[in-house]
């Protein structure tokens, strides 16, 4: 979707590397989420914003961080990287106001 | 009473045919319910969404049936087309619409 952007669309790393996915957004919207997606388990919320500086942790959050200095970047960063987020990460944008969730395109990493 | 509850997980129809996915809650302060369509390599997006003052809402082939008693809505499609073949998320959040609760997806297949 033009008014979010996911980067990179796909990275390979190492264990024990840390990994910094970029979600930006132009739509000036409040709610920014972050999201993982594996075979049988659906979409499950790793960390959301509802502000600059305003995050909370979501089902999935050990092992990731998120910082978010300004509206429209929401950065996912995962400390030291293990095999089991091996995933499609997808980030998500509202405004809160009815108008449901805006997907980014995905990012698909790998750690070995 | 946060969980949304999706079946079937896997859905195979003949082309033509009317595949209905359906959906369960208990939490009754949820008052917003939107479907979403996901295909390979793409991030989710909103098809068509529902709340509670109506008790179905169409848009093109795709309806939305919701059932207030019982706490159920389900997507119906309509002529399905091989086109349609996707995994398709219910959802359901309170009025504040800014954190949507997941079914767990279900994969639907439409053979031509």
């Known amino acids: 979707d033009a008014g979010i952007t996911q980067s990179p669309r796909h990275k390979v790393t190492e264990t024990g590397t840390p990994v910094t996915l970029r979600c930006h957004q132009t739509?000036?919207?409040?709610?920014m989420y972050w999201y993982r997606q594996d075979p049988g388990h659906g979409l499950r919320l790793i960390h959301y914003?509802?502000?600059?500086?305003?995050?909370d942790k979501g089902e999935v959050s050990d092992g990731y961080s998120v910082s978010r200095s300004k509206t429209e970047d929401f950065l996912l960063t995962l400390e030291s990287a293990t095999s089991s987020q091996t995933s499609v990460y997808f980030c998500?944008?509202?405004?809160?106001?009815?108008?449901?969730?805006?997907f980014g395109s995905g990012t698909r990493l790998t750690v070995v | 009473q946060q969980q949304v509850k999706q079946s079937p997980q896997s859905l195979i129809v003949q082309k033509g045919g009317i595949p209905i996915i359906n959906c369960a809650y208990e939490n009754t302060a949820f008052d917003y319910f939107p479907w979403y369509q996901q295909f390979p390599g793409k991030g989710p997006a909103l098809l068509i969404a529902i709340r509670p003052d109506v008790s179905e809402k169409k848009e093109g082939r795709f309806t939305i049936s919701f059932n207030k008693s019982a706490k159920q809505f389900s997507l119906h499609i309509m002529d399905s087309q091989p086109g349609d073949s996707a995994t398709y998320f219910c959802a359901a959040s309170g009025r504040s619409n800014y954190q949507l609760i997941w079914g767990a997806g279900t994969k639907l297949i439409i053979k031509p």
């Open positions: 739509e000036n919207h409040r709610y």
């Open positions: 914003s509802y502000g600059v500086k305003d995050t």
């Open positions: 998500a944008i509202t405004s809160g106001t009815g108008d449901g969730y805006t």
